[in-house]
């Protein structure tokens, strides 16, 4: 089955009592039982809803693996991950990430002995060098956030293997239409489904997609027992979004490349991190693993002043200032004071993640407005 017909039709059947062409929406807490122990496969909505089994069949599918796994948001996502660890464990991340990720390995997950390395992942070599015994879990974002590096993962993931380290990408930049992590060898792929998945806005939502029987029961039991699951009506809203996914970000990585482009052009843009240009010290890999270079671009001013990326970021007005990303509509937001801001200031400026770095999501709507909004916008500067 190819994808946009498994976004369509894999893991999605009719109702079986009404004929309904959508996925029902179960709003129920619990599930009569006919006598103690017999019942239709559903005990209590913590545990199982139909709506969300649904949805959780129909995202495994989409990333070629066996086991979905759905929960209440990306970062609950994780966390349930983080909770396959124990003290004393190490996990290797990429030094380029969601600050919310930083912020739960730091701040919550070190007090309980678990610890957190950050490199730069993307360079072959540094990879080699840290991936050894005693990491017992290498975190991988690709592209990554917000600066738009690209990790080989056929290569970092063969490297985890040889030293038995779990290996989980967050493939919520490119989605399961330009990329598959599994395919690669990895063992967990998480998504923030709040972002391309659903792609409207109106959602959060997060997802763990597994190959492994073992692995997938452990992380059903960490779900069950610690309870940050979706409700039935997010359920429905992101098998909604699903279905329109693959025609929603291939309009949106036409509509990135040209303005990457225009923006590389412009007299007041220093650099843009993209890795649809051949100059981008990973373009090889993207060509290698992606299907297509997503619809992610950061820039900086030429100047590099903050209050210059201030006046940009207030002066747009399709584009909104906003946090989050994946949606039908523009987005433009400041790593720094925004997504990025619980990441010391020194850590951002090793990877590059300047005061007046700016980042946009694209949308799908018509590309020329787009760009006359960017261009109004640097005019302001």
């Given at each position: 089955?190819?994808?946009?017909?498994?976004?369509?039709?894999?893991?999605i059947?009719?109702?079986?009592?009404?004929?309904?062409?959508?996925?029902?929406?179960y709003?129920?807490?619990?599930?009569?039982?006919?006598?103690?122990?017999?019942?239709?496969?559903?005990?209590?909505?913590?545990?199982?809803?139909?709506t969300?089994?649904?949805?959780?069949?129909?995202?495994?599918?989409?990333?070629?693996?066996?086991?979905?796994?759905?929960f209440?948001?990306?970062?609950?996502?994780?966390?349930?991950?983080?909770?396959?660890?124990?003290?004393?464990d190490?996990?290797?991340?990429?030094?380029?990430?969601?600050?919310?990720?930083?912020?739960?390995m730091r701040?919550?997950?070190?007090k309980?002995?678990i610890?957190?390395r950050?490199?730069?992942?993307?360079?072959?070599?540094?990879?080699?060098e840290?991936?050894?015994?005693?990491?017992?879990?290498?975190?991988?974002?690709?592209p990554?956030?917000?600066?738009l590096?690209?990790?080989?993962?056929?290569?970092?993931?063969?490297?985890?293997?040889?030293?038995?380290?779990l290996v989980?990408?967050?493939?919520?930049?490119?989605?399961?239409?330009?990329?598959?992590?599994l395919?690669?060898?990895a063992?967990?792929?998480?998504?923030?489904?709040?972002?391309?998945?659903?792609?409207?806005s109106?959602?959060?939502?997060?997802?763990?997609i597994?190959?492994?029987?073992?692995l997938?029961?452990?992380?059903h039991f960490?779900?069950?027992?610690?309870?940050?699951?979706?409700?039935?009506?997010?359920?429905?809203?992101?098998?909604?979004?699903?279905?329109?996914?693959h025609?929603?970000?291939?309009?949106?990585?036409?509509?990135?490349?040209?303005?990457?482009?225009?923006?590389?052009?412009?007299?007041?843009?220093?650099?843009v991190?993209?890795?649809?240009?051949?100059?981008?010290?990973?373009?090889?890999?993207a060509?290698k693993?992606?299907?297509?270079?997503?619809?992610?671009?950061?820039?900086?001013?030429?100047?590099?002043?903050i209050?210059?990326?201030?006046?940009?970021?207030?002066?747009?007005?399709?584009?909104?200032?906003?946090?989050?990303?994946?949606?039908?509509?523009?987005?433009?937001?400041?790593?720094?004071?925004m997504?990025?801001?619980?990441?010391p200031?020194?850590?951002?400026?090793?990877?590059?993640?300047?005061?007046?770095?700016?980042r946009?999501?694209?949308?799908?709507?018509?590309?020329?407005?787009?760009?006359?909004?960017?261009?109004?916008?640097?005019?302001?500067?």
């Amino acid at each position: 089955m190819k994808f946009a017909t498994k976004l369509i039709h894999a893991g999605i059947e009719p109702d079986p009592t009404t004929g309904a062409i959508m996925t029902p929406i179960y709003q129920t807490s619990t599930y009569v039982q006919e006598a103690p122990g017999k019942h239709k496969g559903y005990e209590y909505a913590r545990t199982q809803n139909p709506t969300r089994s649904v949805l959780e069949a129909n995202l495994a599918a989409l990333e070629n693996g066996d086991y979905g796994i759905c929960f209440a948001s990306g970062l609950a996502a994780q966390d349930a991950v983080m909770k396959l660890l124990n003290p004393g464990d190490l996990i290797l991340s990429t030094n380029d990430l969601y600050g919310g990720s930083f912020r739960q390995m730091r701040r919550v997950y070190e007090k309980f002995g678990i610890q957190s390395r950050f490199v730069n992942l993307s360079d072959p070599e540094v990879a080699r060098e840290h991936i050894r015994p005693g990491v017992r879990l290498l975190w991988v974002e690709t592209p990554t956030n917000p600066m738009l590096n690209i990790i080989d993962l056929e290569l970092v993931c063969g490297l985890a293997k040889q030293h038995g380290i779990l290996v989980c990408v967050d493939n919520t930049f490119a989605s399961p239409y330009l990329q598959n992590p599994l395919d690669y060898g990895a063992d967990i792929v998480l998504h923030s489904a709040t972002k391309y998945i659903s792609g409207h806005s109106d959602v959060v939502h997060g997802a763990l997609i597994v190959k492994d029987k073992a692995l997938a029961d452990s992380l059903h039991f960490i779900q069950n027992a610690t309870g940050a699951v979706p409700g039935p009506m997010d359920c429905f809203l992101v098998l909604r979004g699903i279905k329109t996914m693959h025609v929603r970000v291939q309009r949106a990585c036409q509509n990135a490349a040209r303005i990457a482009h225009h923006l590389d052009a412009h007299p007041k843009v220093d650099k843009v991190f993209y890795p649809g240009f051949a100059s981008h010290p990973n373009h090889g890999t993207a060509k290698k693993q992606m299907r297509d270079f997503g619809a992610m671009i950061s820039f900086d001013l030429k100047d590099n002043r903050i209050e210059h990326a201030n006046t940009v970021l207030s002066n747009t007005h399709l584009f909104s200032l906003a946090e989050s990303l994946g949606g039908v509509e523009s987005l433009i937001g400041h790593p720094a004071t925004m997504t990025h801001a619980s990441i010391p200031r020194e850590e951002r400026l090793r990877t590059g993640l300047t005061d007046s770095l700016i980042r946009l999501s694209v949308g799908i709507e018509d590309v020329d407005d787009l760009i006359a909004d960017l261009d109004l916008a640097l005019s302001h500067g």
